[in-house]
T-cell receptor
Framework: EAGVAQSPRYKIIEKRQSVAFWCNPI?????LYWYQQILGQGPKLLIQ????????DSQLPKDRFSAERLKGVDSTLKIQPAKLEDSAVYLC??????????????FGSGTRLTVV | DAKTTQPTSMDCAEGRAANLPCNHS???????VYWYRQIHSQGPQYIIH???NNETNEMASLIITEDRKSSTLILPHATLRDTAVYYC??????????????FGTGTRLTIIP
C-alpha cells in the first residue's frame, strides 16, 4: 500500500510570502489531518477533515492559514503571509475512518518550511 | 494539552529490552493509549495501542496497569534503528466517533552500541 505523499519536501521562503503544501492520503482513507511540528516539540494538530468536511480547525491560525480538501482526497495547506514563527515541519496524516479501535494514523514524511 | 507524562530522555544498550514509561493518571475509561515513534526527519510511525489489556505485536509490547493510570512500552531487543522520539498519547474523542491525537514532547530514546 502506498503511503501518505507530501510535497514539496523542503521549502524556503521570505517572511510575508505565500506558500502551499500538498498532501495525497492513502487511498480510501476518509480522515485527513494536518499537523505542525516546531523543532524540539511534538506535532500539533492544525486541522482535521472527514471526507471534504472540516471536523476540527480550532488550532488553525485562520488569519493566515487555510486548508481545503475539495474532492475528499488530496488536500492543500496554505500560509499567507508567512511569519518567521511558521518555520516548522508540516505533517499530513490519514486514517481509514477515525473510528475507535482502528490501528491509528499513517503520517507522511512532512514538508520542512524555513521562513527567513 | 497532552494528558501524558514521559521522561525527557532515556538510554538503552543495544540488544537489551527498552522499557519506556508513561503516566496518564487522568485517563477516562473509554480512552485508548497509543504509542508512536518518530525517527529523525521522518513522520511519526504507529507502534501499538491498547485499552486495558496488555498488547503485543511484531514491534513491541504494551503493558497497562490495572488502574490504567500508567503504561510501559517494551521494545524486547533494542537495535540502533530504534533510536527515536517515542510518544505516548491518550486519544481524545471528538464528535461523530472521530478522534484526534494530541502529542506531548515524548521520550528521546538513544540505543547505545
Amino acid at each position: 500500500e502506498a503511503g501518505v505523499a507530501q510535497s514539496p519536501r523542503y521549502k524556503i521562503i521570505e517572511k510575508r510570502q505565500s506558500v502551499a503544501f500538498w498532501c495525497n492520503p492513502i487511498s480510501g482513507h476518509a480522515t485527513l489531518y494536518w499537523y505542525q511540528q516546531i523543532l524540539g516539540q511534538g506535532p500539533k494538530l492544525l486541522i482535521q477533515f472527514q471526507n471534504n468536511g472540516v471536523v476540527d480547525d480550532s488550532q488553525l491560525p485562520k488569519d493566515r492559514f487555510s486548508a481545503e480538501r475539495l474532492k475528499g482526497v488530496d488536500s492543500t495547506l496554505k500560509i499567507q503571509p508567512a511569519k518567521l514563527e511558521d518555520s516548522a515541519v508540516y505533517l499530513c496524516a490519514s486514517s481509514l475512518d477515525g473510528m475507535r479501535g482502528r490501528d491509528g494514523y499513517t503520517f507522511g514524511s512532512g514538508t520542512r518550511l524555513t521562513v527567513v | 494539552d497532552a494528558k501524558t507524562t514521559q521522561p525527557t530522555s532515556m538510554d538503552c544498550a543495544e540488544g537489551r529490552a527498552a522499557n519506556l514509561p508513561c503516566n496518564h493518571s487522568t485517563i477516562s475509561g473509554n480512552e485508548y493509549v497509543y504509542w508512536y515513534r518518530q525517527i529523525h526527519s521522518q513522520g511519526p510511525q504507529y507502534i501499538i495501542h491498547g485499552l486495558k489489556n496488555n498488547e503485543t505485536n511484531e514491534m513491541a509490547s504494551l503493558i497497562i496497569t490495572e488502574d490504567r493510570k500508567s503504561s510501559t512500552l517494551i521494545l524486547p531487543h533494542a537495535t540502533l534503528r530504534d533510536t527515536a522520539v517515542y510518544y505516548c498519547i491518550v486519544r481524545v474523542d471528538l464528535n461523530f466517533g472521530n478522534e484526534k491525537l494530541t502529542f506531548g514532547t515524548g521520550t528521546r530514546l538513544t540505543i547505545i552500541p
